[in-house]
C-alpha cells in the first residue's frame, strides 16, 4: 500500500483524493493545502483524514511515500522539485511545467533521485484512447495523414496558462502515446478574449515526421461543448467523441483509393465509402485506470506510461505553439 499526500484541494484535488482512496493501492494520508475552506472541505468528504496549510509538514513525514501535486502549473517547479528532493515519487498535474527549461529540470532530478515522476494526461488512461492507441498499432487506421481536434466551451478564462495549455495538451498528449507521432514544427495563432488574458481562442497546425499533420481548434469562447476528433489515416477514418455517452469511438471503413496510371499523369481516384463500427469500451473511470497504474509504478519502481519524458515532449510543443502566438503565426521547429 502506497501511503500518498496531495497537495492542493481545489477544483481537481478532490477527484484526485475519491480516486486514490477508492484504488486499493493508495492510502491517502494528508491533503495540504493553503486555503482554510478547502482543507474543511476535504475533512467533510473525507472524515478523519489529517489536513495542513504546511508544506513541511507533508515533505517531513517519513512514512509518506508519494505526493500528488495539484496546483497551478506555475508552482509545479518548485513543489514539485521540492517532494523529489525530500524522497517523495511525484504524481503532478498536467502540464508538468511552465516552461521545457522547468519540465526538463523536473525530469532530471526524478532520475538523480531514483523516483516516480508522474504526469497527469488523464485522457490517456480513458477507454477510447487505448482503444484508439489499440486500433493504431493494430495497423487498422494505416499510415496517417491528419488530426483534427475541437475542443471549444464556454470555458473558464485562466491567467497562468492560454487554451491551447489547457485544452490542446489533451490532443498533443494523445498523438505522442495513441499514435507515436513525432511533432517537427508548430504553426499557431490566438486571440485574447479577455484583454491582458492569455489566448483564449487558438488554432494550432503541428507538421509531423512523415509528412501528416495535426490541427487543433482550442476555444473558451464557443457557446456549445464540442470534444471532436477525426483521425485519417490510408486504410481507415477514426471518429472520437468524447461527449457521446456510449459509442465515443468510431471506426468508419472509408477512404480514397489512389490508382498510379503512369508517368506524368494524375492518378485516378475512387472512394471508398464502407460502413462503420463502434468497439466496445470500458467504463472504468479514467483517474482510477491512473491511480491504480501510478501506485504500480511507485511499488515496483517502473516507468509510468505518462512519465516526465512524455511530460517534457508535450510542453515543449506548447512552448512552440506559445512563442508561434506570440510570432503571429510563424513556424516554431522543435
Not at 471508398?272 to 482510477?288: D, M, N, Q, T
Request: proline share 5%.
Amino acid at each position: 500500500m502506497i501511503r500518498a499526500a496531495v497537495i492542493g484541494y481545489g477544483y481537481w484535488g478532490p477527484n484526485i483524493v475519491r480516486n486514490f482512496a477508492a484504488s486499493g493501492a493508495i492510502d491517502v494520508v494528508a491533503v495540504c493545502d493553503s486555503s482554510p475552506e478547502h482543507l474543511a472541505r476535504a475533512r467533510e468528504a473525507h472524515p478523519g483524514l489529517r489536513t495542513t496549510g504546511r508544506l513541511d509538514d507533508v515533505l517531513d513525514d517519513a512514512t509518506v511515500d508519494a505526493v500528488a501535486v495539484i496546483t497551478p502549473v506555475a508552482t509545479h517547479l518548485e513543489l514539485g522539485l521540492a517532494a523529489l528532493r525530500a524522497g517523495k515519487s511525484v504524481w503532478i498535474e498536467k502540464p508538468l511545467a511552465a516552461s521545457a527549461e522547468q519540465a526538463e529540470r523536473l525530469c532530471d532530478e526524478a532520475a538523480l533521485r531514483g523516483k516516480i515522476l508522474f504526469v497527469d494526461h488523464t485522457f490517456l488512461y480513458t477507454a477510447a484512447v487505448r482503444k484508439l492507441r489499440e486500433l493504431v498499432s493494430s495497423g487498422k487506421l494505416g499510415e496517417l495523414v491528419c488530426y483534427d481536434s475541437v475542443r471549444a466551451n464556454l470555458g473558464i478564462h485562466r491567467p497562468d496558462v492560454d487554451v491551447l495549455w489547457d485544452l490542446a495538451v489533451h490532443d498533443v498528449s494523445i498523438l505522442d502515446h495513441a499514435l507515436g507521432s513525432r511533432v517537427l514544427a508548430v504553426s499557431a495563432t490566438g486571440v485574447a478574449g479577455v484583454p491582458g488574458m492569455p489566448a483564449s481562442s487558438a488554432f494550432m497546425t503541428a507538421f509531423l515526421e512523415g509528412g501528416a499533420v495535426m490541427h487543433v481548434h482550442a476555444d473558451w469562447l464557443s457557446p456549445i461543448k464540442v470534444r471532436t476528433t477525426t483521425i485519417s489515416g490510408r486504410r481507415s477514418m477514426i471518429v472520437y467523441d468524447d461527449n457521446e455517452p456510449v459509442e465515443k469511438v468510431r471506426v468508419w471503413d472509408r477512404g480514397v483509393i489512389v490508382t498510379p496510371v503512369g508517368a506524368g499523369r494524375p492518378p485516378d481516384i475512387a472512394y471508398r465509402h464502407g460502413p462503420a463500427a463502434a468497439p466496445p469500451l470500458s467504463s472504468v473511470e479514467a483517474l482510477a485506470v491512473a491511480a491504480r497504474h501510478f501506485a504500480e509504478s511507485v511499488s515496483a519502481g517502473k516507468k509510468p506510461i505518462t512519465d516526465g519524458a512524455l511530460g517534457l515532449r508535450v510542453v515543449r510543443v506548447l512552448e512552440a505553439a506559445r512563442r508561434s502566438i506570440e510570432g503571429r503565426g510563424r513556424p516554431v521547429e522543435l
